[in-house]
């Protein structure tokens, strides 16, 4: 190729590429303009308030929470009048957002309807002057709301209504509102409008009034100098010129009157009944009742040419708009603003439907929220059903006394549980419905009394509105005293047969089976405690026990009657034999006298199988008592009747066997560990033989059985060292030296031991029986020494005494051994 050719060649080439280039370009010029364009957040026009209100610092702050949460939106701001302004510019369509409070924007969406109802009835023709300027809130018209489908995104703020009164004024009725200057909001905002409504369910007028006209500042002035008097403004609670205006003691806080607040709800159920806390204000020591409105971001559906894609645009704005809402509500330096995003229950009525995206979000929460109960509920079983596995592990739901039906029948814990939550369940239920309506239950406290009242039929027709509220209080009321005649039924009859469930004890008592009528000076014995000490007794009788006996029986304090049968050994069970102190089994009457014929070892065999029952799990003490699983329950050397600690397993009682010299020892010596057989019926002949031939021991016996030393109980003490080496003479004469203040009447002497318990491991081929026979001596040898540990047994009134008595007898004593014998008085 020659010289020439070359340059020309490449010039072909260069402009060939160049055009094949342009395509190439454009391509990535169309593909590069919409990545610059969504680059840019779309941008919403936004309608708050004045340039330093509430609105406008809430519209600020969520601008920020859009920044925070993605920066997918933008919202240009416009300052307007306030909640007026705002519904007109929206219901224009020269907004596409606005804060309004809800009752304005209620009234709108009824202007909205009415027009649409008039458009479906079919009337034509140009709005009349009245169409044109409605009588709706904020001057709405229904020809301007015609066409508008408003949507409420979400509630964000509440305001109560504030009634200052200017000190030391107070207002009973809002018709004295017209003999003052009023103040009631700047003209087009909200909370002027709110002041209308009030003022008309008062029954009065705007015109009525003499109104101060200007600003919220200009206002507050004026309060404080005494030309303003009552001043009416919707706003937050905690609002800092009102918190000023109180805390200095200018105004006060002055309640909506009841009767203002029904016709209010009544007539315009946008509100809700609500009270402005105690200490919200300085000063402010009680709540004040009055009623609530919400300030609810809204928008509406776009109409018209490209309606399908404005609204996708707004869809994704609401969404945006909620997360930035959450945000904001988070936030603590957002905290003061009271933001609180909500779907539902702000109002008494929400006419208003939601807007699609915050309705599927609604819905997500409700479900998870109905998720979230069904966990608990779940998680609550489970707990209840691993507790009442342990406690029948534990054997303390075992007790077919207290679980069959007529166990519960009788029990009056059941009604009085089941009345209380019946009054709980209603007050909830009842709150719930009205609290928002109803100026008589707007706490969960107005609640629970007006369910009580209900509950027991003191009730008033006009406390609740609604049907279904009137429902719930009719079944309370019917529920109620059913139950409250069903609790009086089982006082009743547990106070007729003295069998008190709520005030017996079984634990440390006494029980005595087979009962017969000669043995009731047994109880008048064991029922006589000195004032530190009182320990239950339950007696087990037949029913040929006459009813006079068991009417003297029932007067004894904190003695409980059973009639069950003494041998069978689930009858026995509900006496909960293993915890108790002691058990004495009582022989049948004679032959002659009639009735069932008992046998003590009989009786005996059935405590064992009704302790066995009882299913614990105790520790065996000892190589004996291992076989069995079974320990004995209390130690022999203790002086007074005492049972089995509180901290210690189930065991079986030591029990008295009445016996005869008839019975031989061999048929008791199986239960020779916890079975003590008694002769009962030969030591009370005994003792009166041996009263009738001495007489110190019938003045001791004639004490004993007449009760003459009244509230008396036998006692145990240690012996001082100066009575260590004395002969019983000594000590007997010496209290009875010292009768004359204390009232203490020797009866023996109690050997002690250095073992734990009467059949300690160390001793146990020894029995109960045979360690009372060696170590208990009542009456013994006037000439018996005393030896170190002896313990006095004596009958005294409490055992204060007896230790006051027997430490201060040295003297008396020393004066007894040297023979100057005569009454020493302490």
Known sequence: MSARVRPLWGAVLALVSAIACVPCFACIACFASPARASAEPPTFRWGAGSKSGGFTKISEALAEGLQQTGDRIRIDIQTTSGSCDNIHLLLRGELDFALVQYDVAAEAFKASASAYDVLEAGEAGEPDDDAKTGGYMCRISAAEAAGAELRTVSALSDGAVHVLVRRPLRLDSFTDLAKHRVYI????????????????????????????????????????????????????????????????????VNELPEDVLNRLIDGYPYYRVCQIEANTYPGLDYAVPTVCVSTVLLTTRPEGEGAAEQAAARDHAVEALLDAARWVEASPDHRKLGV?????????????????????????????????????????????????????????????????????????????????????????????????????????NDSF???????????????????????????????????????????????????TRLFRRLRNHIVILNFREDMLQLIRMLRSPGPLRSRPIHVVVSDTLPRRVRLLLARVKGLTIHHQNPEVPEDLIGLRIPRAARVIVLRSDEPAVGGPRYHPLRIARAVHQACSKFDHQVTAQGPELGKTGFSVAPPLQHPAIAGDDAGRAPSLPVTLAEATDEDPEEIFDP????????????????????????????????????????????????????FHGQPWRVVRRTLYGMEARAGVVPLGLYRSSDAVHAYDTRSMGSSPQGELQKRLLVNPDLELAVEPGDRLVAFAENEADLLKVVRRSRRAAAEVERGRAGTHRV
């Open 449 to 499: 009394w007006e369910m009580n009242m209900f509950a027991t039929g003191n009730f008033d027709t006009e406390s609740l509105k609604s049907s279904t509220a009137r429902f719930i209080g009719a079944t309370a009321t019917i529920a109620g005293l059913g139950l409250l005649a069903w609790f009086t039924a089982a006082l009743t009859n547990i106070f007729s047969r003295d069998q």
């Open 185 to 252: 909001g700047k003209q087009g905002s909200g909370s002027f409008e709110t002041a209308k409504v009030i003022v008309g369910a008062a029954g009065l007028t705007v015109d009525e009034l003499e109104l101060q006209d200007g600003g919220s500042d200009a206002a507050f002035e004026a309060l404080r100098d005494e030309v303003l008097r009552v001043m009416l403004r919707t706003t937050e609670p905690g609002d800092q010129s009102i918190a000023k205006a109180v805390g200095s003691g200018v105004a006060t």
């Open 671 to 722: 239960f020779r560990r916890w079975l003590i057989p008694v002769p009962g019926r030969e030591l009370a002949d005994s003792w009166m033989a041996t009263a009738s031939i001495d007489p110190g021991f019938a003045e001791i016996f004639n004490g004993a059985v007449s009760f003459r030393d009244d509230n008396s109980e036998v006692y145990t003490v240690p012996l001082p060292e100066w």
């Open 340 to 444: 609180h995003q909500r779907w539902q229950g702000f109002a008494e009525q929400e006419p208003i439907p939601l807007h699609p995206v915050a309705a599927a979000q609604q819905e997500h929460e409700r479900r998870a929220g109905w998720l979230r109960m069904a966990a608990w509920a779940v998680g609550l079983g489970l707990a209840l059903l691993l507790l009442r596995r342990l406690l029948r592990r534990r054997g303390l739901l075992k007790d077919p006394l207290e679980s069959n039906l007529e166990g519960q029948l009788s029990n009056p814990l059941i009604p009085f549980a089941g009345f209380v939550g019946i009054v709980v369940a209603a007050t909830f239920l009842v709150w719930s419905i009205e609290h928002d309506s109803n100026a008589r239950v707007r706490t969960l």
